[in-house]
T-cell receptor
Framework: LAKTTQPISMDSYEGQEVNITCSHNNIATNDYITWYQQFPSQGPRFIIQ???TKVTNEVASLFIPADRKSSTLSLPRVSLSDTAVYYCLVGDRSPTGRRALTFGSGTRLQVQP | ETGVTQSPTHLIKTRGQQVTLRCSSQ?????VSWYQQALGQGPQFIFQ?????ENGRGNFPPRFSGLQFPNYSSELNVNALELDDSALYLC????WGQGTYEQYFGPGTRLTVT
């Protein structure tokens, strides 16, 4: 199983860019990297997904180096509403695979005014 | 709102009892995954169902079992409940075939075992 490691917590201020790195040393060839956001008492919410290099959507960017052993979620200009726990997920995208999916330990981001 | 619903919202059971949790997937999705989330921890993968068959399983004992129905709704059954089974149980639906791994999570069922 691909084990992931993230910082336990991070602090930031409104308007700053936040980068959260996830380490996944034993990622497999077919594994995608996905990031989720979770607010208290809610299910996680999809943020972004990637396989290699850089992916950008309307809320975040995801940077993946060539060896794919880590990934960095970048949140531009955070606001108070971005205060949440962020999870890195590594898993096999094949519907016929029987590999388990692994959430990281999560990074608790606190955004201050 | 993701379109994924779970019932019940909260549940209290006694050690040794059995429990069934239900999940209704988002329309058009053919895959459902179940997760256990203990307080202050990340979700732990229990298992996944694709087209009504178990497609992957995490490190959970056989007393955790599941079903996926033709309408892609799903159940999680836990037998012989233990105190450590107290957690938030999340289901997530997705659609395989689009080259994406985006999962849509429900709000969860909070299970307390006393």
């Amino acid at each position: 199983l691909a084990k992931t490691t993230q910082p336990i917590s991070m602090d930031s201020y409104e308007g700053q860019e936040v980068n959260i790195t996830c380490s996944h040393n034993n990622i497999a060839t077919n594994d995608y990297i996905t990031w989720y956001q979770q607010f208290p008492s809610q299910g996680p919410r999809f943020i972004i997904q990637g396989y290699k290099t850089k992916v950008t959507n309307e809320v975040a960017s995801l940077f993946i180096p060539a060896d794919r052993k880590s990934s960095t979620l970048s949140l531009p200009r955070v606001s108070l509403s971005d205060t949440a726990v962020y999870y890195c997920l590594v898993g096999d995208r094949s519907p016929t695979g029987r590999r388990a999916l692994t959430f990281g330990s999560g990074t608790r981001l606190q955004v201050q005014p | 709102e993701t379109g994924v619903t779970q019932s019940p919202t909260h549940l209290i059971k006694t050690r040794g009892q059995q429990v069934t949790l239900r999940c209704s997937s988002q329309s058009g999705h053919n895959t459902v995954s179940w997760y256990q989330q203990a307080l202050g921890q990340g979700p732990q993968f229990i298992f996944q169902y694709y087209r009504e068959e178990e497609n992957g399983r995490g490190n959970f004992p056989p007393r955790f079992s599941g079903l996926q129905f033709p309408n892609y709704s799903s159940e999680l059954n836990v037998n012989a409940l233990e105190l450590d089974d107290s957690a938030l149980y999340l289901c997530a639906s997705s659609f395989w075939g689009q080259g994406t791994y985006e999962q849509y999570f429900g709000p969860g069922t909070r299970l307390t075992v006393t």
